[in-house]
C-alpha cells in the first residue's frame, strides 16, 4: 500500500483546521445577526435557523460541541428564541409556522447538546408548559410539522427529567395545590398526563410518517419518565383500553402494515409495559408469523432495527412458549442482526420541509 507523503498529510490537516476555522466563524456571525433580529424579521432568520440547527446536526461529533458553546453563549440569541417560543399560541403577532418549527427545533437541540455535554449557561429560556401539552392536545391545522417540532422539544425535556440547566418550564397562570399523586410526577400532574397520551393517540391517527415517529418517540420517553416515579402510573397509561384500538387503526393498511418502524416500536412500549389487554401473546405470534414470511431485504434501515427490537423485546418478556416459534425467532434474529448492527442513517438525512430543515434522526430516534 502506498503511504501518503508528509506534505500531503500536513496539507490535508491544515485544510481541514481551515474549514474548521471558516465553520465556527461561520457559526459566530449568524448567531450575532440573530441576536439582532426580532421574531418578525423571517426573511433573514429562516436561512440562519436552519444554518444553526444544520451546525448540530450535519458536522462532527466535535464540531457540534463547540457550536453549541459558541451559540448557548449568545444571551441576545436564547432571548430570541424565548420571545420566538412563546409566539407559537399568540393569537396575534405570530411569525409564520415555518420559523416557529426551526424555533423549537433549535431549542431542542440546543437543551440536548448542553445536557448531554454539560455546557456552561449564560441564559436560561423560560416555557410555560401548560402550553406546550395543550397545543398538543389541540394542535393546529394543517401543522404536522409543529407538532412534530414541539413533540421533539418535548421528549428533550422527558429525556432530562425536566432537569434542563437551559429551558426552565414554568407552570401557566394560577395552578390549584397539587393532588398527593401528584407530587412523584412533579412537574406534570395526572390529568395532564393522561391528557398529553390522548394528544398523541390523536397526532398518531393522523398517520403523517414524520409526525408518527415524533409521536411514538415522545411516548416512549414519557413512559420511562413514569416509569421511573411510578411503575403503576406508567402500567395503566399504557393499558389504556383506547390504545388497543389506536393500534389497529394504524393497522388497517393490509397484512404487512406493522413492518414500518414507528408501529414496530410501539407495539415493543406494548409488550415492555405487559399491556396483554393492548397486545394479546396471540396477537404477537401473528405478527412474528408475518415478518418471518415477509422480504427482509425490502426494509429500510431503520425499520430492520425497530424489527430487531421488537423481536429481543418479546424475547426477553418469555412470549414465546412455542418451541417452534423460539426457533424461528433465532433463525430471524441471526440473519437480521448482521444488517441491522451494521445499517447506516440514511444518507438524506438533513431534508427541506417547507423551508424548514429537519434532520429525520433527530426526530426519529
Not at 394528544?199 to 413514569?226: F, I, R, T, W
Request: glycine share 4%; aromatic share 6%.
Amino acid at each position: 500500500m502506498r503511504k501518503s507523503s508528509p506534505v500531503k498529510v500536513v496539507s490535508a490537516l491544515l485544510l481541514e483546521e481551515f474549514r474548521d476555522w471558516i465553520f465556527f466563524l461561520l457559526v459566530v456571525a449568524v448567531s450575532k445577526l440573530c441576536g439582532k433580529c426580532s421574531p418578525t424579521d423571517t426573511d433573514i432568520l429562516q436561512p440562519s435557523f436552519n444554518f444553526l440547527y444544520w451546525s448540530l446536526h450535519q458536522t462532527t461529533l466535535g464540531s457540534q460541541k463547540r457550536a453549541a458553546a459558541v451559540l448557548l453563549s449568545s444571551t441576545a440569541l436564547i432571548e430570541l428564541l424565548e420571545k420566538t417560543l412563546a409566539l407559537t399560541w399568540a393569537e396575534e403577532g405570530s411569525p409564520r409556522t415555518e420559523l416557529l418549527c426551526s424555533a423549537w427545533l433549535l431549542t431542542a437541540s440546543f437543551s440536548a447538546q448542553q445536557h448531554d455535554g454539560n455546557l456552561q449557561v449564560h441564559q436560561t429560556l423560560s416555557v410555560e408548559l401548560d402550553q406546550v401539552l395543550k397545543a398538543l392536545s389541540f394542535p393546529k391545522k394543517k401543522a404536522a410539522l409543529l407538532s412534530a417540532a414541539i413533540l421533539r422539544f418535548l421528549r428533550t425535556a422527558l429525556q432530562q427529567s425536566f432537569s434542563s440547566a437551559l429551558v426552565t418550564l414554568l407552570p401557566s397562570g394560577a395552578q390549584p395545590p397539587p393532588a398527593p399523586e401528584d407530587t412523584v410526577l412533579a412537574p406534570l400532574g395526572t390529568s395532564q398526563v393522561l391528557s398529553l397520551v390522548i394528544g398523541l393517540q390523536n397526532l398518531l391517527v393522523q398517520k403523517d410518517p414524520l409526525l408518527s415517529h415524533a409521536c411514538v418517540g415522545c411516548l416512549e420517553a414519557l413512559l420511562d419518565y413514569l416509569h421511573a416515579r411510578s411503575p403503576d402510573i406508567a402500567l395503566h397509561v399504557a393499558s389504556q383500553p383506547w390504545n388497543r384500538f389506536l393500534l389497529f387503526t394504524l393497522l388497517d393498511a393490509g397484512e404487512t402494515s406493522f413492518l414500518r418502524a414507528e408501529l414496530l416500536r410501539l407495539m415493543t412500549l406494548f409488550v415492555r409495559f405487559r399491556s396483554s389487554s393492548i397486545l394479546s401473546r396471540e396477537e404477537v405470534g401473528h405478527v412474528l408469523q408475518g415478518a418471518a414470511l415477509a422480504d427482509l431485504s425490502t426494509l429500510s434501515s431503520t425499520t430492520l432495527q425497530a424489527l430487531r427490537g421488537f423481536f429481543l423485546q418479546v424475547q426477553s418478556m418469555g412470549l414465546l412458549a412455542d418451541h417452534r416459534m423460539a426457533q424461528t425467532l433465532q433463525a430471524s434474529l441471526e440473519g437480521l442482526s448482521p444488517r441491522a448492527s451494521t445499517a447506516q442513517p440514511p444518507l438524506q438525512d438533513m431534508i427541506c420541509l417547507g423551508g424548514v430543515a429537519v434532520s429525520l434522526s433527530h426526530i426519529r430516534d
